[in-house]
């Protein structure tokens, strides 16, 4: 056979249609493509550019167009790109006065494309639900939104009048997904626990009063705190 020719284009395609950024910033569009006389085959190469974002598979197609020379029988080729990148979420300890609202920090270490959720639950320690010191969080939904890479959660602690040695409890994450979905190519829990100090804000003022006895008697003092 004699020589022919032809042309090749990339777009974007599927439920996830790649986009320039992908082909470091533009789309391969009406490429050339030789073949010499006799020649049965030819490779073409389409680089794909590396990225640090959690997302889906991604589509493209490859067309070919303008045959001289031949004829298509064949037009079309549909390429997937991978997601090679992997979350990993965290929560961070606290340690304060035990008055109004302690502020937890959920962490994803890569940003992804679509939300990321994980379930918040605390679990008592020397603090307790039972001793009124915080109010329980349960199944609680914390979504760290696409494009971000962090979210809050808030616990209520409790103040009171006591004095009393330093209370904890913990801030449990599970149950990560991706989009909705549990995806462990995609995000997963890295550090599940955070750990919350709450701190004794309470002093006691300890005084003794004064005493009045006729000699011969018995003083007997009364050490009060208040």
């Known amino acids: ?29 009406n490429m050339p493509l030789s073949f010499a006389a006799n020649e049965t085959s030819k490779v073409i190469t389409i680089s794909v550019s590396g990225d640090n974002l959690v997302e889906a598979n991604e589509g493209f197609t490859v067309t070919l167009s303008n045959p001289v020379g031949a004829s298509l029988v064949t037009a079309t080729a549909v390429g997937t790109i991978q997601n090679d990148d992997t979350a990993s979420l965290s929560i961070d300890d606290i340690s ?3 008055s109004g609202v302690f502020t937890f920090t959920i962490s994803s270490d890569k940003v992804a494309s679509r939300d990321m959720t994980v379930l918040v639950n605390t679990a008592n320690g020397t603090a307790t639900l039972a001793g009124s010191d ?20 808030t616990v209520t602690v409790n103040d009171d009048a006591i004095v009393e040695n330093s209370e904890t409890f913990t801030v449990n994450l599970s149950d990560a997904k991706f989009n909705g979905a549990t995806d462990a190519s995609r995000v997963v829990i890295g ?6 100090t709450i701190e004794n804000n309470d002093t006691a003022s300890l005084s003794i009063n004064d005493i009045s006895v006729d000699e011969g008697g018995v003083f007997t003092f009364t050490i009060s705190s208040d």
């Open 1 to 29: 056979s004699g020589p022919a020719s032809a042309t090749y284009s990339v777009s974007g395609s599927g439920a996830n249609p790649a986009n320039a950024a992908d082909f470091g910033g533009t789309l391969p569009t």
């Open 96 to 98: 304060a006065s035990e």
């Open 134 to 153: 915080y109010t329980q969080l349960s199944n609680v939904l914390a979504t760290i939104a696409a494009g971000s890479n962090s979210t809050t959660v």
């Open 191 to 196: 550090d599940s626990q955070g750990q919350a």
